[in-house]
């Protein structure tokens, strides 16, 4: 059945590429081959080859031996995919796993949204809504589907569809490794710091401007301790002014937020 419908997914991502490309975009500013069923997939043989290059490093913080830190988590995730502003809410899996490497900070995600943060990153942040906003970034780079169409784009369709099926282990090792240094286009960052300011509106509970705070504390680091996620993640300044602009136009920036779990949750890593 599967390869049934993967074969069929190459099929229409053949016919529409030789129609109209732009009538198949879902949202306007970008076009979409890969079905939601796709993505699925494939963000599953990604986060099982993520979880296995960590796992190998001793590097993944598994939750069967760190459940504490995962409730912590979660309830942070959690708000967060319940603010109502999600497309794929129900569709996709949605998980969150902790690679222990304090010298990161950085986050990432898998198409099907499988989200992965470096203990550095959770580390590195002041308050839960740097964290929130960081992980509706993220998030919103798997939900608003840019990580499955910079994918296509960087390796074509049908070199995807075949790591799909099974049939190239070594690109997916390659794909996994570079997940978190996929460079996103200008307007995939940007949508990605709206939707975050979106989300967190959403949660009527953490300040929407969150990610702006990381952004801010990051560029103070300057030059010598610039956070990785930045260097994928360019122009802090005009974000910074994008997001604070938005959180503006929502009225959602002075919420006084607990603390509390990101204290704890920071103890235990
Ligand atoms: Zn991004």
């Known amino acids: 059945m599967r390869r049934y419908l993967l074969k069929s997914g190459l099929f229409l991502g053949l016919a529409l590429s030789l129609g109209s490309l732009a009538s198949c975009s879902k949202d306007g500013d970008g076009v979409v081959l890969f079905s939601v069923e796709d993505d699925k997939a494939l963000g599953q043989k990604v986060a099982q080859q993520t979880d296995s290059t960590y796992r190998a490093?001793?590097?993944?913080?598994?939750?069967?031996?760190n459940a504490r830190a995962y409730t912590l988590l979660n309830q942070i995730v959690t708000r967060v995919l319940n603010s109502?502003?999600?497309q794929y809410r129900n569709e996709f899996p949605w998980d969150v796993q902790i690679i222990k490497d304090d010298e990161t900070q950085n986050a990432f995600a898998t198409p099907g949204g499988h989200i992965y943060v470096f203990s550095g990153l959770i580390k590195f942040l002041?308050?839960?809504?740097?964290?929130?906003?960081?992980?509706?970034?993220?998030?919103?780079?798997?939900?608003r589907r840019h990580t499955s169409r910079q994918l296509q784009q960087q390796y074509g369709i049908s070199l995807l569809l075949?790591?799909?099926?099974?049939?190239?282990?070594?690109?997916?090792?390659?794909?996994?490794?570079?997940?978190?240094q996929l460079k996103f286009s200008r307007d995939f960052e940007r949508e990605a710091d709206e939707y975050s300011v979106v989300y967190l509106n959403g949660t009527n509970y953490y300040a929407c401007d969150g990610a702006a705070g990381f952004f801010i504390k990051a560029e103070a680091q300057g030059q010598s301790g610039t956070?990785?996620?930045?260097?994928t993640h360019p122009n802090p300044g005009s974000r910074i002014q994008d997001i604070q602009t938005k959180a503006d136009q929502l009225g959602c920036r002075n919420r006084n937020t607990?603390?509390?779990?990101?204290?704890?949750?920071?103890?235990?890593?």
């Open 258 to 269: 607990s603390n509390s779990t990101l204290t704890e949750l920071k103890s235990l890593l």
């Open 84 to 86: 109502g502003q999600l």
């Open 162 to 180: 075949s790591v799909l099926l099974g049939e190239n282990p070594g690109q997916l090792a390659q794909i996994a490794t570079g997940l978190g």
């Open 57 to 65: 490093k001793g590097q993944l913080l598994e939750k069967s031996s």
């Open 227 to 231: 956070p990785e996620f930045l260097s």
């Open 126 to 143: 002041d308050n839960e809504d740097q964290l929130a906003g960081v992980l509706g970034h993220e998030i919103a780079h798997a939900d």
